[in-house]
């Protein structure tokens, strides 16, 4: 068996290199042949795995967080090459909805040594210039992207950590924007909505930031994408209500709504998008379900 190892050297101030290092010795324990990819940035790292999947590769397993897997599954979307995660960046959602848990080298390691995969489901975002991202996890937008922005700026804590400072400090601006929403529902009707929302985040996978459950009931497995949309409320009133939010009790109160849709149009002015943690574009969007577009390896 042949293992391209893609490692972002950044993530968590180079953990992602001790882990990787560890992740490769484990495997070639067991007579695996390991290749180790890394780039200086996200576009060389992908011209750098591109040319190992050209070269011939039986899997794919990478070293980083949400951002760096997001650079992988692109790339094997729609082939039969599985993907692997050893899950060590700030946030790390996509491995724990295939049960790998942050920082665990070994568990990531057994997966791809065991040959356990499942196949599952990516969501495709279509931006008004035409261009296109994949993405595994929630596509964030409103509130929660200007919370992603600001994670994205700051340099401490490591780990999910950040996410939280990031969304307390954000709610002292916190302000409704008119969206435009249209969602294409599983019964092949759409729905029209207008309304002035805090965030709208359409998920693949039920977390973000470091394991906020957005989308609680998301299944990465069921052609589908989940829909979380949060009403205004007062600053006040929606700080009360975050310890409901950390626990995915948030989906039963009155200021929040779910849909669950095959694709949804989303429109709002001066609105940045977030996919897997990095920037995707400004509203407005497309996004549509994947189904079966991924092999990944799991825990169990």
Known sequence: MRVALLVNPAARAGTATDAAGRAAERLRAHGITVSIVSGGSAAESTQLLRIALDAGVDAV??????????????????????????????????????????????????????????????????????GTTLFGTVLASGFDSRVNDRANRMRWPRGSSRYTIALLREFVTLRAVPFTLELDLPDGTTMRLRQDLVLVAVGNGRSYGGGIPICPSADIADGLLDVTVVHPAGRAHLLRLLPKLYRGEHTALPEVATHRVRGIRLDAPDVTTYADGDPVGPLPVRVDAVPGALRVFTAS
Do not use: K, M, Q, W
């Open 61 to 130: 397993l990478v070293a980083g967080g949400d951002g760096t897997v997001a650079l992988a599954l692109t790339e094997l979307a729609g082939t039969a090459v599985p993907l692997g995660i050893v899950p060590v960046g700030t946030g790390n959602d996509f491995a724990a909805s295939v049960g790998l848990h942050e920082l665990d080298v070994h568990a990531a390691a057994d997966a791809v040594v065991a040959g356990r995969t499942r196949t599952v489901d990516l969501a495709r975002v279509v931006r008004a210039d035409g």
